[in-house]
């Protein structure tokens, strides 16, 4: 994994494309000649990276195929913690108010809190976790490749990460664009859901 020169104002990449919107855009402005300021290296060749990178608080969080999960530090590509889930990581990872959620190719989800990696909760779900999540109020939404779309309670005062909510819908692909109205889109292979979160 390289690190590219980062702006230091607006450096967050909480989300999969950046925001609960999903719009993948980016503040700030890339130098006229990027530079690699660092790389990083798990230390084991079967510990590949596959999930994109997220960034928060100064750190780059992202999970391997190997269940390891490693905050690294933004400006030095130096490793601030390790932590270790049951499964490996395909998919992103997202940040919400300092915890990280990631699910791993198996069926289980972690929260890690962003400062230290100590783990928070960890659930499992009903199937492989393919896509970053995204959030509604104290919820994070995730998809499984089976179709299903699953919804947990997801703030630190909730230490069990209880699941609420599992929404069939046919294979989604991409979702969790959210709206101020706490609406989610939910698009699938034959289908777009457009369904307002319930209490």
């Not at 089976?146 to 209880?162: A, H, P, V, Y």
């Amino acid at each position: 994994m390289h690190g590219l020169i980062a702006s230091a104002a607006g450096s967050d990449w909480p989300l999969v494309r950046g925001d609960a919107s999903g719009t993948g855009v980016a503040v700030g402005k890339l130098p006229a000649e990027p530079k690699v300021l660092w790389e990083y290296k798990t230390g084991d060749d079967k510990a590949g990276f596959e999930g994109t990178p997220i960034i928060a608080d100064g750190k780059v969080l992202v999970g391997d195929f190997e269940g390891n999960v490693h905050a690294i530090d933004l400006q030095t590509g130096k490793n601030v913690w390790k932590a270790k889930g049951k499964e490996g990581f395909t998919a992103a990872g997202a940040v919400s108010n300092g915890m990280f959620v990631i699910g791993d190719f198996s069926s289980n989800i972690y929260c890690f809190r962003v400062s230290d990696g100590e783990q928070v909760w960890a659930v499992e779900s009903e199937q492989q976790v393919i896509n970053g999540g995204n959030f509604i109020g104290d919820d994070v939404l995730l998809s499984s490749d089976s179709g299903t779309f699953s919804r947990l309670i997801s703030r630190q005062e909730n230490r069990n990460g209880t699941l609420k909510q599992v929404i069939n819908c046919d294979q989604v692909r991409v979702f969790g664009k959210t709206s101020p109205c706490s609406e989610v889109a939910i698009a699938g292979f034959t289908r777009l859901m457009w369904r307002k979160a319930s209490p």
